[in-house]
């Protein structure tokens, strides 16, 4: 039963992050420069894998607050072309500086706290231990989407979690990536000459 329910999840997933990433792909085609049309890609492909993932986990909300914040430079109607309007009104309408005063309220309790926890541990053998252990949290949190509202074991589900569907997010866009080489005769032509390139360079240095 847990590996059909696991299958099924996986296909799910596929699907979603699949029919995003394509739409990204479509808006992102006419884009004039280069370097916007990576950013495109790029946002397009953290969108369809927090889309695909679904609400239930937080470094999905995360990743999707941290999309969000984006629309400064442009990102706006894009993602929300990828979310909807409902999901992007959801997202986005909230006051920034409710959320800075939030963020700043967290931070100044998170110091105190680390303050008390540094004094308390200097004491002894396991203060280094605990401070290297803090580090790695520290570490850990800036690299989860989400992740400095979370600790403990939440954490280390939310990061297995996270690690585990962005796996899945590579393994897509590799996909996508050779089903377009293949279906464009240029671009697989292209790729060949590159390589052959690379491999005359390697040739002549050995």
């Known amino acids: 039963m847990q590996l059909a329910a696991a299958d099924t999840a996986a296909k799910a997933f596929k699907q979603v992050f699949l029919k995003k990433m394509l739409l990204g792909l479509r808006h992102a085609s006419p884009i004039a420069s280069l370097q916007g049309r990576k950013a495109a890609i790029h946002l397009s492909s953290n969108a369809a894998l927090a889309v695909a993932r679904g609400d239930r986990r937080r470094w999905t ?30 997202l986005v309408p909230q006051n920034r500086k409710i959320i800075t005063k939030r963020s700043l309220k967290l931070i100044r309790s998170r110091k105190t706290t680390a303050k008390k926890k540094t ?30 509202s979370l600790g403990g074991s939440t954490l280390m589900e939310e990061t297995l979690d996270y690690v585990v569907f962005l796996q899945c997010q590579v393994d897509l866009m590799r996909g996508l990536v050779e089903t377009f080489q293949f279906s464009n005769p240029r671009a697989q032509n292209k790729c060949t000459l590159e390589e052959r390139k690379e491999a005359g360079g390697e040739q002549i240095e050995h």
């Open 61 to 90: 909300r995360g990743l999707l607050s941290r999309l969000a914040r984006q629309e400064e430079r442009g990102a706006g109607p894009f993602l929300k072309l990828l979310l909807g309007d409902d999901r992007y009104r959801k």
């Open 119 to 148: 004094s308390s541990a200097e004491n002894g053998s396991r203060g280094l231990a605990r401070c290297f252990l803090a580090k790695r949290m520290r570490l850990l949190k800036s690299l989860v989407p989400g992740g400095n």
